[in-house]
């Protein structure tokens, strides 16, 4: 089985992107597998602090490494949005393939101090595990906001990235590029595709989207193709899953079957889950 960073590599060389999808409980990750593999397509299974919380991180690795052992797929899991050095390193001591040290609310030097120390672990840790690290504002939460926060307009500037990149030896970096954590109610986030291409052509390593939540289909299409090479989704697939077993339970109110009211909640993350790797892969 091919290791994350040559499954990344390869999305680099094709102009397509990886979809990273979060997951909350066993059937987000039913929901997303069974999408990713109906399309032949890699994923990569993502759990932030809060969800690592409700899931366990050896129980996300133990889920994860069965399905791409059982069907020999290439099924990864990042540990998403990691504030704390010690956090980070339990993720990679129990078995993640990547981990995000988000340090972005900090000021440039405090970033780059911190992530430094995740990625020197990473390398001294006996496996290959990709760090990635955010710097500019992409906002926080995957919640459903009234309105654009403010600061969403502050983008990251290439040669800022190009230095920290240097400074960190990161293996992706996740810039503020227009998209925003969560779901905006008015108004919708736009993707600057110059400046993706600007940071790109400067750090020479993957870039990530975060935020993806709500992009127009021509924002992803038009970041990939500009040198993103992963996309995050989590709010959309959490909306889905909650209108669907709301709907399941009203149809069915005396179900106490779990098993029995939950497949539609399943069905509706495979379906948005679907629709976005067909896109960020150019599958028609």
Do not use: W
């Amino acid at each position: 089985m091919k290791l994350l960073r040559e499954a990344v590599r390869e999305a680099e060389k094709n102009k397509v992107a990886i979809g990273h999808f979060n997951i909350s409980n066993l059937e987000g990750l039913h929901g997303v597998y069974n999408a990713a593999k109906k399309l032949g397509v890699p994923v990569i299974i993502g759990m932030t602090e809060g969800e690592e919380k409700f899931v366990g991180m050896e129980e996300g690795v133990a889920l994860v490494k069965a399905l791409r052992e059982k069907d020999d797929y290439p099924i990864y899991l990042n540990g998403d949005h990691h504030y704390s050095f010690e956090t980070v390193k339990h993720a990679i001591d129990v078995g993640y393939d990547s981990v995000i040290i988000d340090a972005a609310d900090k000021s440039f030097e405090d970033n780059v101090a911190l992530t430094k120390q995740c990625v020197d672990y990473a390398r001294n840790c006996g496996r290959d595990i990709l760090i990635e690290a955010e710097l500019g504002f992409i906002g926080s939460g995957s919640n459903i906001k009234d309105t654009i926060p403010e600061g969403a307009g502050i983008l990251t500037k290439a040669s800022d990235a190009k230095k920290f990149v240097e400074e960190t030896g990161i293996d992706m970096l996740a810039p503020s590029v227009g998209s925003v954590h969560g779901l905006i109610k008015s108004g919708k986030p736009h993707i600057d595709t110059d400046r993706v291409k600007e940071i790109k052509m400067v750090v020479g390593i993957p870039l990530v989207l975060h935020g993806g939540s709500g992009l127009r289909d021509e924002d992803f299409t038009g970041a990939i193709a500009s040198g993103i090479s992963i996309v995050h989704i989590n709010t959309e697939i959490r909306l889905a899953y909650k209108e669907a077993l709301e709907k399941s339970m009203a149809d069915n109110p005396t179900e106490i079957a779990p098993y029995k009211y939950l497949p539609s909640a399943v069905l509706a993350i495979e379906k948005v889950v679907e629709s976005r790797l067909k896109l960020f892969n150019n599958i028609h």
